[in-house]
């Protein structure tokens, strides 16, 4: 377990407290990017995934996930073959290899010099309220919260609440719904490596207008259609109140 004067100097400016537990290399002080998204991700999310962490890595920029299937272990083998580090956060004790699938990945990491990261001491299983937790850590560990592919529900919308309320920037490769969710209330776009690396400068590429997630563009259509007021709009798109009321500030960043 690390003591507080041992955390990388972006946890002890966030005054983290809380123990983390390591194996492998420290966690270090330089460049990194998180790349987070589905479990259950797309071939073209998972081909962009590792093409992200093959990019930055090959930068000298550390590349942070979660290990878990899907966009997570794309990242991480992007980031071995661009021969560069990455660190794995894990949601359980550090010798509780999970998902039990990625073992040999995390053991192909710890020999080629990366990290495993986590809040949980030895022995500890895996269980579903450990996961949003492991997901602060991954936003604290990173300047840049990338996410690759996501539906309007997801986990990994846990990591980007994490890494607003720590003052780190978010940004969204286009396509799917939730990623599209948080382009359009002003995450930074990347659709390629170099877009990564201006938002890892501070120079974020932002779309000038964006078409709204799926939900926000029925509500807009509703509207477009003569739907005056909420129940109108509830009435014609089917969608609950609750839906409506979270997409309203949605179409008006599109005006």
């Known amino acids: 377990m690390l003591t507080p004067d041992q955390l990388p100097k972006r946890l002890q400016a966030l ?6 537990y390591l194996r492998g290399e420290p966690l270090r002080d330089g460049a990194a990017v998180a790349i987070v998204g589905a479990r259950a991700a797309s071939r073209g999310a998972l081909d962009r995934a590792h093409a992200l962490g093959r990019h930055l890595a090959s930068r000298g920029v550390q590349v942070v996930s979660g290990g878990a299937l899907g966009v997570d272990g794309a990242a991480h083998r992007g980031a071995l073959a661009g021969c560069g580090g990455t660190t794995v956060v894990l949601g359980s004790g550090l010798d509780v290899l999970y998902p039990p699938r990625h073992a040999p990945l995390f053991r192909e990491i710890l020999g080629r010099g990366g990290t495993l990261a986590g809040l949980q ?10 996961f949003p937790q492991r997901n602060q ?4 560990l990173a300047d840049v919260v990338i996410v690759v592919e996501a539906e309007l529900r997801s986990g990994t919308m846990s990591t980007v609440a994490a890494a607003r309320a720590f003052g780190r920037l978010v940004a969204a490769w286009p396509g799917s719904p939730g990623c599209e969710r948080l382009l359009a209330a002003g995450a930074a776009i990347v ?12 120079t974020p590429r932002h779309p000038a207008r964006r078409a709204v997630d799926p939900i926000a563009r029925q509500v807009q259509d509703a509207i477009a259609h003569g739907a005056a007021g909420i129940d109108e709009i509830v009435r014609q798109t089917g969608l609950t109140v609750r839906a409506v009321v979270r997409a309203l500030p949605l179409i008006e960043r599109m005006q």
């Open 121 to 130: 001491p030895d022995g500890t299983q895996p269980r579903p309220g450990m």
């Open 137 to 140: 850590l991954i936003a604290a």
């Open 15 to 20: 005054g983290w407290v809380r123990p983390v």
């Open 191 to 202: 659709e390629a490596g170099a877009d990564a690396e201006l938002a890892l400068a501070g």
